[in-house]
């Protein structure tokens, strides 16, 4: 496996990658994103109190899909140093969640990144993007599809993307 992250700047940018990376028929169990939740809000076009994804994706007369999908079950987080913050995917809820126990500070975020691979600077890049309104999104696939999904996300003008597969124990 393989674990490809990226920032994007333009969150309607982002919407169009995950959309791209489902219709390739990349699982979207697993991709995660974090983002601030106002910039969410202010770019996904949806009614989040008719939003019940968990049993369809249907809202009304339209249809959650993409981003709008990922983040409409979600409940945002209150963090200290990214503000109140949608995490979506496991992997996504367990660095938030290292990022929000008593004590903690963006650079325990930052050092969760780094345990997944990301370099020092780009976790660095990443949680000041974050709390700047950018989304960090990632994504984990077969090695032998990480290329394509790499492209698809750089399609949608994706910044800072970094792979890494996990060392064996």
């Not at 981003?67 to 963090?79: C, D, E, N, R, S």
Request: hydrophobic share 40%; aromatic share 6%.
């Amino acid at each position: 496996m393989q674990t490809i992250f990226a920032q994007f700047k333009n969150i309607p940018d982002a919407g169009a990658a995950v959309k791209a990376l489902t219709n390739a028929g990349f699982p979207r169990e697993e991709i995660n994103v974090i983002v601030q939740d106002q910039h969410a809000k202010s770019a996904l076009d949806f009614n989040r109190s008719r939003a019940n994804v968990d049993v369809t994706d249907e809202v009304g007369d339209i249809e959650l899909s993409g981003l709008a999908l990922l983040i409409g079950g979600q409940q945002p987080v209150k963090t200290t140093t990214l503000g109140n913050v949608y995490a979506t995917g496991i992997m996504a809820t367990t660095l938030i969640k290292a990022a929000t126990e008593p004590g903690q500070t963006t650079a325990n975020l930052e050092t969760a990144f780094a345990d997944f691979g990301v370099p020092e600077a780009t976790a660095e890049a990443y949680c000041t993007g974050i709390r700047n309104g950018n989304l960090v999104l990632w994504l984990r696939t077969q090695e032998g599809r990480a290329a394509e999904a790499a492209n698809l996300l750089r399609t949608h003008h994706a910044e800072s993307l970094v792979t890494y597969s996990p060392t064996p124990v």
